[in-house]
């Protein structure tokens, strides 16, 4: 089914990674910063407090990448664009652009309590952090380069993969060069260090317990337990499979999957796993094309996926079913895509340099009921064509 309850921008910028901002934690901190310096000024020159000023709720979304290294004149950069679901739409300029001159950032995650964003340049990685800006009246937020300088992740190559574990305590790096680094954050405590993970670690994701962590190669899965630092399974590809990416979903307590995106001879499948035995459990062909983008709600409902063709699905997680689509929702190949912490919105980015903000509309429930409509109607019709012909009588009044 088509849908076209999207917006899309473009910001010159052709985008590698994607990320929702978590504003709320980071208003908080940069609040409890200006509540020091305040402090600090009140003991030279009290002033009234602006604490009980009422702010509108903002939401965000943070993206990466570039021109990379030479003079294609196309900039390297973190933007930070507006989100308004009143007008289901982003912002035509963006908030924030933060250009990181000739280093392109490849590859990016965010910290989901406000620490920053990580980036993974050709030869290191990068810290940035939130700071609020003095120059928009509404939108005060700012990126900056943290004073923070990630000692463990420099001229360590190009990474791959970058993620959080959902309550942000542990940073999970994996590399071109198949090494697997795993650190206690923000301390950078070394968990797990394996100089050959893989051939190449194209994806990482940590499952909702933050237990296990699950690095993806071409050929080969691996699910590592955190605690112990060891492989616990390590789940094969098909004859015409190669994995592409990962990411654990929590349908509910009882009953954990992970998912793997896989190109195929036929076009694009999401397997789906066990946790517990971490056997697969089926196999779902969703695209006629190659995937090029991944990504789970945090609701576990929906899948969405992205082609080399520019194409947006929505996937129904209970059965596999394409719930909206967006074709040619860009006209490069997907790179990105990120889901809203309450479900209800998705951003996809791409090498063409847009952003697409897409609104998920929920269709289980309207469209049962549909359904229940059209079958009492048609049993209505069957049963007047029926006393018509004389096959049911007709009731008479006594």
């Known amino acids: 089914m088509t849908d076209t309850s999207s917006d899309l921008q473009k910001y010159g910028v052709p985008f590698y990674g994607a990320g929702w901002v978590p504003y709320n934690h980071i208003k908080s901190k940069l609040a409890s910063q200006e ?36 003079r294609s004149g196309i900039p390297n950069a973190i933007v930070v664009s507006h989100v308004n679901f009143t007008s289901n739409s982003l912002s035509g300029q963006p908030v924030v652009k933060h250009e990181t001159g000739s280093d392109l950032p ?25 700071k609020e800006s003095e120059g928009n009246e509404v939108h005060k937020l700012g990126v900056k380069v943290s004073e923070k300088v990630l000692i463990q992740l420099e001229d360590v190559g190009q990474q791959l993969a970058l993620t959080f574990n959902s309550e942000g305590s542990v940073l999970a790096v994996g590399g071109e060069d198949g090494s697997l680094r795993v650190f206690k954050w ?21 499952s909702c ?21 060891k492989v616990v399974a390590s789940l094969a590809r098909g004859n015409d499979e ?48 190659a995937i090029s983008a ?57 090498l063409d340099s847009s952003a697409r903000l897409t609104l998920i509309k929920d269709k289980t429930s309207s469209g049962g009921m549909t359904w229940m409509i059209i079958l009492m109607v048609l049993l209505a019709i069957a049963v007047y064509f029926m006393k018509e012909k004389g096959i049911i009588p007709y009731c008479r009044p006594c």
């Not at 490849?106 to 939130?130: K, N």
């Open 35 to 70: 509540k020091i310096e305040e402090d600090k000024k009140e003991e030279k020159d009290p002033t009234p407090s602006n604490d009980d000023e009422i702010t509108t709720p903002l939401n965000y979304v943070v993206l990466a990448g570039g021109g990379g290294e030479g």
């Open 294 to 350: 991944f990504n789970v709600s945090s609701d576990g409902k929906f899948l969405a996926v992205g082609t080399v063709g520019g194409d947006l699905f929505i996937i129904n997680s209970a059965n596999m079913r394409v719930q909206m689509m967006v074709k040619k929702a860009h006209l490069g190949l997907v790179t990105a895509l990120t889901f809203s912490p309450d479900s209800r919105a998705l951003v996809s980015a791409s």
């Open 209 to 229: 317990d933050g237990k296990f962590l699950v690095s993806l190669g071409s050929g080969l899965c691996r699910i590592w337990d955190v605690t112990l630092s």
């Open 106 to 130: 490849y590859r990016m995650t965010v910290h989901p309590h406000g620490d920053g964003i990580i980036c993974a340049f050709q030869q290191s990685c990068r810290l940035f952090e939130w």
């Open 242 to 289: 190669v994995f592409a990416f990962c990411r654990f979903s929590q349908i509910n307590d009882k009953n954990p999957h992970l998912y793997i995106a896989a190109v195929t001879d036929y076009g694009g499948s999401i397997l789906t796993y066990n946790t517990t035995t971490w056997k697969r459990i089926r196999s779902s062909r969703v695209v006629r094309e």
């Open 186 to 206: 923000p301390s950078m405590k070394i968990v797990l260090n394996e100089a050959q993970a893989q051939s190449s670690v194209k994806n990482l994701d940590f």
